[in-house]
């Protein structure tokens, strides 16, 4: 496991301290930075994938939505 420190203002920590008998706050601190890693990666995925689906050629219709609704009709 590795140490990471925060600098906080006095007043934070003075506070903090009068809940730390209700407050793990190391706790806190590891689920929120758990929580952002998780955000940041899922926002990584989303942009590779997008980036990805990007680069697929997309074929338009050679005949037009009229005709295919038409024959679609016309087939029922």
Not at 13 to 40: H, N, P, S
Not at 45 to 51: A, T
Not at 55 to 69: D, F, G, H, N, Q
């Amino acid at each position: 496991m590795s140490v990471f420190s925060v600098r906080l203002r006095k007043n934070v920590k003075e506070k903090m301290e009068k809940y730390k008998d209700r407050v793990d706050w190391a706790e806190e601190v590891r689920r929120f930075i758990g929580e952002k890693l998780r955000t940041l990666k899922a926002e990584s995925n989303i942009r590779n994938i997008l980036e990805e689906l990007s680069k697929i050629p997309i074929e338009s219709p050679k005949r037009s939505s009229v005709a295919s609704l038409r024959e679609d009709r016309e087939s029922h």
